[in-house]
């Protein structure tokens, strides 16, 4: 049988975001370089990037990787969405 705490988190970790939720609880995950700053740039991200895949198991990397790539073409799907409004705001 498993502690009160790892109980409630095979209930709450569960599916992709399990991962991140693991990754957060390891310290995987670091602030910016310089908090100041509203971007990391693309080198403080990539060494990042390369910590939490060093800190995940090998069976949670390929659902972090899933994870990014639906992030990534989220915000891809965002920044088409955003440019054709514009355009047709444009248009009148």
């Known amino acids: 049988m498993l502690c009160p705490r790892h109980q409630s988190s095979k209930n709450i ?4 975001n399990r991962v991140v939720k693991n990754a957060l609880r390891r310290g995987a995950f670091y602030t ?8 990391m ?7 990042q ?7 995940l198991d090998e069976a949670d990397k390929p659902d972090f990787l899933n994870y ?3 992030k990534l073409k989220m915000e ?3 920044k088409q ?5 514009k355009r047709k705001e444009h248009m009148k």
């Open 68 to 70: 990014v790539q639906i």
């Open 32 to 39: 910016t370089p310089n908090p100041t700053s509203p971007k």
């Open 81 to 85: 969405r955003k440019e054709l409004e």
């Open 49 to 55: 990037f390369d910590t939490i895949l060093g800190s």
């Open 41 to 47: 740039n693309k080198y403080d991200a990539m060494k």
């Open 76 to 78: 891809e799907e965002e």
């Open 13 to 16: 970790d569960s599916g992709p």
